[in-house]
């Protein structure tokens, strides 16, 4: 295996260039991926990457091939084949627990406007759907309800047996509620049921009002500024990518927590929430970067103006009619977003990434190539365990004693 020490500086930039953005040492102390192995299978972008068990994750990208892989020890498992163009989308259906039948299957859309479900133990194709009138863009799991949907210029929603459903109204669930995000910076809650808004994010450029000040006019923004990239949720915050920065938008609260404005040199291309209050990000200038979200006490501030012209940056904000939410924001508590660790290894974008909380981390690139993240410090660990354990089979370790 490559051992590799990351080092997580880059080239000073000159006078007339001075970004924002936040860098940090050679010594990155909290970052555990200090060794990387290189995995090559594809000839083209890699986009996607899907988990299928605790020790196996798929690939496909732009070659139309989908490669499995053992995630413990980067061996190439399996390789379909059987799309014509480009992949543009691959998700996994889980066994129902009830089934005897364990087997994981992939369903992966191409834009030679077809879905194919194969066999993730063998690589057999199951079945292959080719009734779509354009391409297949997106694909998801209703685990509860134990259907998938399929995204182009028709929504579809299919059961188990790949029967198309015409009608949803058996959905009975109360609190099912999704979250959309556009390249105009809109970010939007909704309840599953009657498509309601249950919440709207408009400013996610601008979290941090001005207090007092005649704000900048700004008639137009640039789109790879306020662009949603990717988002993820839990329980308490939606985690979203929004043109190079990234931000936490509270549900409870209804506002941004916590925000990094310049993540990245380029476009913020997909997150993840990991463990531990932790947030890793990969971008478009090649770079995988891990983040610490950590409280702090917020200062006294003024809410964002609203209304349609102090949504363009008209006008100054009215101190009278902004002082009962100031006063509720007072003791709230915010966060910040620090960096802990950056992962330099990739010549090109970074498309996506998955991490295995026993194996490490996984990013698909540009350059064609799939990267094995492993902690440093537990695979020389395993490696001194797995020495001791041949001594001990050879004899060699009591001769020694």
Same mark, same amino acid.
């Given at each position: ?217 700004? *008639?137009?923004?640039? %789109?790879? +500024?306020? #662009? ?6 839990? $329980?308490?915050?939606?985690? !979203? =990518? ?36 932790? *947030?890793?990000?990969? %971008?478009? +200038?090649? #770079? ?6 950590? $409280?702090?006490?917020?200062? !006294? =501030? ?36 620090? *960096? ?6 990739? #010549? ?50 009591? *001769?020694?004693?």
């Amino acid at each position: 295996m490559l051992r590799w020490l990351i080092g997580g500086g880059r080239e000073p930039q000159g006078l007339a260039e001075k970004s924002p953005l936040q860098t940090i040492g050679e010594e990155q102390t909290q970052n555990p991926y200090t060794e990387l192995l290189v995995l090559k299978a594809h000839h083209d972008i890699v986009r996607f990457l899907v988990q299928l068990d605790d020790y196996r994750f798929a690939s496909a990208g732009d070659d139309g091939v989908v490669v499995v892989w053992n995630a413990q020890t980067g061996e190439k498992l399996l390789e379909l084949n059987g799309h014509t163009q480009k992949i543009t989308a691959i998700i996994t259906f889980p066994s129902l627990e009830s089934c005897e039948e364990k087997n994981q299957l992939i369903l992966t859309a191409s834009a030679d406007r077809t879905v194919i479900v194969w066999d993730s133990d063998t690589g057999r194709q199951v079945q292959r759907i080719s009734c779509f009138q354009s391409t297949v863009k997106c694909l998801t799991v209703l685990q509860r309800l134990d259907v998938w949907l399929s995204g182009g210029n028709d929504l579809c929603v299919w059961n188990r047996k790949l029967d198309l459903l015409c009608k949803t109204s058996y959905l009975s669930d109360t609190d099912l509620s999704f979250v959309t995000g556009s390249h105009i910076g809109e970010l939007i809650i909704w309840d599953a049921l009657d498509w309601t808004m249950q919440a709207y994010e408009r400013n996610f450029w601008d979290p941090s009002p001005q207090l007092d000040t005649q704000q900048e006019i700004k *008639l137009c923004q640039k %789109s790879n +500024d306020i #662009s949603i990239h990717h988002f993820t949720c839990d $329980e308490e915050n939606v985690f !979203a =990518a929004v043109g190079r920065g990234l931000y936490v938008y509270n549900l409870q609260m209804k506002r941004v927590i916590a925000c990094q404005k310049t993540a990245h040199d380029s476009n913020v291309l997909h997150i993840a929430k990991l463990p531990n209050r932790q *947030l890793i990000s990969c %971008s478009e +200038d090649g #770079s995988v970067r891990i983040w610490e979200l950590r $409280e702090k006490q917020q200062l !006294a =501030a003024e809410p964002v103006p609203t209304g349609f012209f102090n949504m363009w940056g008209f006008g100054r904000v009215n101190k009278q009619t902004s002082q009962p939410v100031k006063k509720q924001q007072e003791n709230a508590t915010s966060c910040s977003l620090e *960096l802990i660790g950056d992962l330099i290894g990739h #010549s090109s974008s970074v498309e996506m990434f998955l991490y295995f909380e026993d194996h490490g981390l996984v990013t698909c690139s540009a350059d064609h190539l799939i990267i094995l993240w492993k902690n440093g410090e537990r695979e020389s660990g395993l490696r001194s365990l797995r020495l001791f354990q041949k001594l001990e089979e050879n004899g060699d370790l009591y *001769l020694a004693v």
